[in-house]
């Protein structure tokens, strides 16, 4: 059975995304055609490389307190206040004063 079937049908048999109808559909091709077997069994093993080869680390106690704080300053900057004049300046500069010191 000689036919062309696109390697994305093939990525997405392999990853899942075919609905139930189209993977059986798919697999009743591949029962039929050696070629397509062979393909797929090809793309899977390379996807396996894949994936032993992509580190799939936890992040140490540290890189995660350093990101909860990066997250923190980001939101932080997106809702600062900007100020409009000089003594907006020295009144938010004195409020984050007093808003570090009651932290510490």
Do not use: H
């Amino acid at each position: 059975m000689n036919q062309q079937i696109e390697p994305q049908r093939i990525n997405s048999y392999l990853d899942g995304t075919l609905s139930s109808d189209e993977r059986s559909k798919f697999e009743a091709m591949m029962r039929l055609d050696k070629t397509l077997s062979l393909k797929v069994r090809e793309k899977k093993e390379e996807y396996d490389l894949f994936c032993r080869l992509i580190p799939n680390q936890r992040p140490t106690p540290e890189s995660f307190e350093m990101m909860q704080t990066e997250m923190r300053n980001s939101v932080f900057d997106l809702v600062e206040e900007k100020p409009d004049s000089f003594s907006d300046l020295v009144r938010i500069k004195w409020e984050n004063l007093i808003n570090r010191l009651q932290r510490d």
